[in-house]
């Protein structure tokens, strides 16, 4: 039977906390990398209209590999977010419900990759032109349905965490969340009004709603980060003395 030392214990508990901390950066890179490629993406493609066309026809044309890997990326960094969440958090409300809701949202993302839309709103250039809804792919349903998932678990996440936030008394964290939560729903049904007529503008609104979203998912992880850099440096002090 192994023994260990209390300089054992402690050594343990320093490389699972640094393994946290790992997890929780995984959600700092992945949200603000998501969103840089996709703006960076859509503003140098030729073709592409950022205010009109949606993030996921990015996945299509020559260059489509590009923000087929950053769903998929970011989907996997979504994932390991969780996984740190659910390390950090210990117990209180939301302390298995936001973990899973991130979990959701990962793999949402990741599937939102691999399920790629159909052409259509003239992109690629030779696309039909406008919305069709009749004789779509597989795929296209399947990148729908995970689509939805990714803009409605990440809001509810928000209303998670802003409860979690108001037992703990930081008002600041409750209410940027709620808004943020609230703000993400408002434009999603608004995107969706949009994009059933066409609009030329549902582009803008679904950047708008994505930007304020892992704006959220990338403060709230800087914030655990710095949290759980902060408790590990008080043990190893501590067991210094």
């Avoid at 809701?101 to 406008?130: E, K």
Wanted: aromatic share 14%.
């Amino acid at each position: 039977m192994m023994i260990l030392t209390s300089g054992g214990r402690i050594a343990s508990r320093w490389h699972s906390q640094r393994m946290t901390k790992y997890l929780l950066g995984c959600g700092i890179v992945g949200s603000t990398m998501f969103v840089f490629v996709f703006l960076l993406d859509g503003a140098t493609r030729i073709g592409y209209d950022p205010l009109y066309h949606p993030v996921s026809a990015l996945s299509l044309g020559d260059r489509g590999w590009l923000q087929i890997a950053n769903f998929i990326i970011a989907g996997v960094l979504m994932v390991a977010f969780a996984v740190g969440l659910r390390r950090s958090l210990y117990s209180g409300h939301g302390a298995r419900w936001g973990p899973f809701l991130f979990g959701i949202f990962g793999v949402s993302l990741v599937f939102s990759g691999i399920f790629v839309m159909d052409p259509m709103q003239g992109y690629p250039p030779g696309a039909p032109a406008g919305i069709h809804t009749d004789g779509v792919s597989w795929h296209h349903y399947a990148h729908d349905v995970f689509g939805i998932l990714v803009f409605t678990s990440l809001p509810i996440a928000c209303f998670v965490f802003a409860r979690r936030f108001s037992k703990s008394a930081s008002r600041g964290w409750t209410l940027y969340s709620m808004l943020t939560g609230m703000v993400m729903v408002v434009l999603f049904m608004f995107f969706g009004t949009l994009w059933e007529s066409d609009n030329h503008l549902a582009g803008l609104i679904q950047r708008m709603m994505l930007v304020a979203g892992f704006a959220w998912v990338t403060l709230m992880a800087a914030n655990l980060y710095k949290e759980c850099k902060k408790e590990r440096d008080y043990e190893r002090w501590t067991a210094n003395l």
